[in-house]
């Protein structure tokens, strides 16, 4: 695979005044509106390394996702995403954002934003999640932190999932419930995610593990599942899954053996357009 692929850029030079933010501390202002669920473990903003030491040093050896919801004021979240779009790129050109890209609801309309980055320290991970234009504008109405171990992954069916920059502008459709729309292509596979919850017995879950490995290991082969692995502290495991349809990735998750058995306490299904990929970061782990 050609190397560069790792440090595509999907933002054009209008972005790069903004993508300065990237390399200077901005003030702690995170909206009052948007806490995220790890504040009251990470403690004050002050205690966090600065954006500057985080992208200053070399790559880490966690990969922390960020699943964030947006806040029904679909006016805010317009207003910043370029500025999100531009933050995230520059994370990419510095090694540390290996994904990142909207989540989709039912209607197609973007709900949410999953991104991974690539950190020393659920600290730093914290630090960039702060300093994301969308937090510091109040368009995230929460977002959880969760270091993730990547157990299965095919690197090539993730950069098939990379949707062009020319069709990542939304919909110019009737707005009546202030969402905006973002068109998939009917005759391609999506890309969908579950970020999943265990319960918490976890003597359950080991004895259930050796079937939803099989079971994982047939569905990579089958090309439909392009990246899984659990959260490190046990509480559950992210899915990305590769179908033409939320029905076809729904049957994935229903005929998972952690499905069957009880494993999944709680699931959420959305399709994800990926929108940027470092691929050099999980290639070299």
Do not use: C
């Amino acid at each position: 695979m050609s190397q560069d692929l790792s440090r595509r850029r999907f933002l054009v030079s209008a972005a790069a005044g903004i993508a300065s933010l990237a390399l200077t501390d901005m003030p702690s202002a995170m909206a009052a509106s948007s806490p995220s669920k790890n504040a009251a473990v990470q403690g004050p903003a002050s205690s966090l390394p600065t954006l500057s030491e985080v992208l200053s040093g070399d790559p880490g050896p966690m990969k922390i996702v960020n699943y964030a919801m947006y806040v029904q004021d679909r006016d805010r979240v317009d207003a910043s995403r370029a500025e999100h779009q531009a933050y995230a790129d520059a994370l990419r050109e510095h090694d540390r954002l290996v994904m990142g890209g909207p989540l989709l609801d039912d209607d197609g309309r973007s709900r949410g934003v999953l991104l991974v980055y690539d950190v020393v320290s659920k600290q730093q991970a914290e630090t960039l999640a702060q300093r994301d234009p969308f937090v510091l504008k109040g368009a995230i109405a929460d977002y959880r932190l969760a270091e993730w171990t990547v157990l299965d992954s095919n690197v090539e069916l993730l950069a098939a999932s990379l949707v062009p920059a020319d069709r990542r502008v939304p919909l110019k459709a009737p707005r009546a419930s202030g969402a905006t729309p973002v068109e998939p292509d009917a005759h391609a596979a999506r890309t969908y995610v579950n970020y999943a919850k265990y319960v918490s017995d976890l003597s359950h879950v080991e004895r259930v593990r050796p079937a939803h490995q099989s079971y994982a290991r047939t569905i990579k082969a089958n090309g439909e599942l392009i990246m899984a692995g659990p959260f490190a502290d046990g509480s559950g495991a992210l899915f990305i899954y590769r179908a033409q349809s939320k029905d076809e990735a729904m049957a994935l998750v229903l005929e998972d053996p952690y499905h069957a058995e009880g494993v999944f306490e709680t699931y959420a299904l959305s399709e994800w357009r990926l929108f940027g990929l470092n691929a050099g970061l999980i290639q070299s782990r």
